[in-house]
């Protein structure tokens, strides 16, 4: 990955051709989403790339800015790689549930298998805003749970302008 930077001894930042990234052109799309993206199974910044071009395929989404990537220790169960997460800004058509369908289809389709909590995984989406939606369901609680306390999501979330 070109142009690491290390922030403390367990975590670095990285930024790549499309992360972090920032569409010139605005969205007549109605909701404004933040999606928690990461990932520690085979080439992750690669699949990164390419779930880039994967979502900008959709006419029902738009990529407003992603951030930069950042290289972080596994949280719960710990014995396993590193992750790489990013955050993305979307603009999108879609309602919440309808959009969390889109997201677990994504991740399906890019090898995702779910074994345990806090398993390894090829790529894991998370919807951490949904405009300011408040949602508590058996499928969805938005915001996310505890993404304030996440350095995973914290400090790529701060490199984007919401």
């Known amino acids: 990955m ?3 930077h290390s922030l403390s001894e367990t975590l ?3 930024s790549s051709k499309h992360f972090p990234w920032t569409r010139r052109k605005t969205s007549t799309h109605r909701h404004k989403v933040v999606i928690g993206v990461g990932g520690n199974v085979g080439d992750v910044q690669r699949r990164f790339e390419h779930l880039f071009f994967e979502i900008q395929k959709d006419k029902r989404v738009v990529i407003i800015q992603t951030s930069l ?3 972080n220790p596994p949280f719960g169960f710990t014995e396993q790689e590193d992750f ?3 955050t ?3 603009k999108t058509s879609m309602n919440a549930k ?3 369908d889109y997201l677990m289809r994504l991740e399906k389709k890019f090898g995702r298998k779910r074994s345990f909590a806090n398993a ?3 790529l894991d989406l998370d919807i951490i805003f949904f405009d300011n939606l408040v949602m508590n369901t058996d499928k969805l609680t938005l915001p996310h ?3 304030s306390e996440r350095e995973s999501v914290l400090i790529p979330l701060s490199g984007l302008r919401l």
Do not use: D, E, G, H
Request: no cysteine; aromatic share 12%; proline share 12%.
């Open 98 to 100: 309808v959009f969390l």
């Open 84 to 86: 790489l997460n990013t």
């Open 2 to 4: 070109p142009l690491k």
């Open 88 to 90: 993305i800004l979307i």
């Open 69 to 71: 990537i950042l290289k």
């Open 120 to 122: 390894p995984r090829t």
């Open 145 to 147: 749970p505890a993404w």
């Open 12 to 14: 670095s930042v990285y």
